[in-house]
């Protein structure tokens, strides 16, 4: 969209430096220009929301947590929000947890039912999870 605007307002420059209708072309030429600063002001806000990092950065993120204690509550919690966008939690005949990771844009679905977990106090991961992927 930026490109488009950019051709659209050379066009009513070079119609302008011709001669045609002066005033109607200048506001033009204003509405594009203002245009073009909401397209640059949005184009902005997305590349904050959604950076782009380098090998370093992601680097120092996994050494960050590759030395963190398991038993601590708030490691663990950190681990999560950092990892996991969502988990729904279904009842009924078809039990199952859909997980939304940050990572990927597909969800993580499990059977309630097949899964096995040892007791609260220890920390053992639940057995017998087969994810089915989807989008």
């Known amino acids: 969209m930026l490109v488009e605007n950019e051709e659209a307002t050379e066009n009513l420059i070079k119609a302008i430096e011709s001669g045609k209708a002066v005033d109607v072309l200048t506001s033009q030429i204003e509405k594009r220009q203002n245009e073009r600063a909401d397209l640059e002001a949005q184009l902005a806000q997305e590349k904050m929301i959604k950076p782009i990092l380098t090998y370093e950065e992601v680097k120092f993120f996994f050494e960050k947590f590759k030395n963190g204690d398991a038993n601590d509550i708030s490691f663990r919690m950190a681990v999560v929000d950092t990892l996991i966008n969502k988990i ?18 597909q969800k ?20 017998g999870i087969e994810p089915v992927f989807r989008p």
């Open 108 to 127: 993580i679905i499990c059977s309630l039912g097949k899964l096995k977990s040892s007791p609260k106090d220890q920390l053992a991961p639940p057995t």
């Open 88 to 105: 729904y939690v279904f009842d009924g005949e078809d039990s199952r947890l859909e997980i939304y990771c940050h990572a990927i844009k």
